[in-house]
Nanobody, 120 residues
Framework: QVHLVESGGGLVQPGGSLSLSCEASGNIFNLLTMSWYRQIPGEQRELVAQKTSGVSPVYADFVKGRFTISRDNAKNTATLQMGSLKPGDTAVYYC??????????????WGQGAQVTVSA
């Protein structure tokens, strides 16, 4: 089993910045990909940014130039730096990880979600 714990989030004014962090722990042999998704009320969960080891990060068009994903492979963490935030970025943000466990079984895991609210 792998546990993902998110931190950060909260309330920020339009145009402001916020950072989300995610730490993975548990049965990890290889943390292949760490991603951030978001879910706006009434809408489907959507990919925000993704970072696979050894590969350039991938961003949704709606965050390009505003958000940056980074990873610390030694600590099994991923950070999403969010800038120029808009009210439309208000959502619950979820960390996700594609993991190969020490038993060499592969699985996808999700964090509990962190609320980000952009409002004046």
């Amino acid at each position: 089993q792998v546990h993902l714990v998110e931190s950060g989030g909260g309330l920020v004014q339009p145009g402001g910045s916020l950072s989300l962090s995610c730490e993975a722990s548990g049965n990890i042999f290889n943390l292949l990909t760490m991603s951030w998704y978001r879910q706006i009320p009434g809408e489907q969960r959507e990919l925000v940014a993704q970072k696979t080891s050894g590969v350039s990060p991938v961003y949704a068009d709606f965050v390009k130039g505003r958000f940056t994903i980074s990873r610390d492979n030694a600590k099994n963490t991923a950070t999403l730096q969010m800038g120029s935030l808009k009210p439309g970025d208000t959502a619950v943000y979820y960390c996700a990880a594609d993991v190969i466990g020490r038993d060499f079984r592969r699985g996808d895991y999700w964090g509990q979600g962190a609320q980000v609210t952009v409002s004046a």
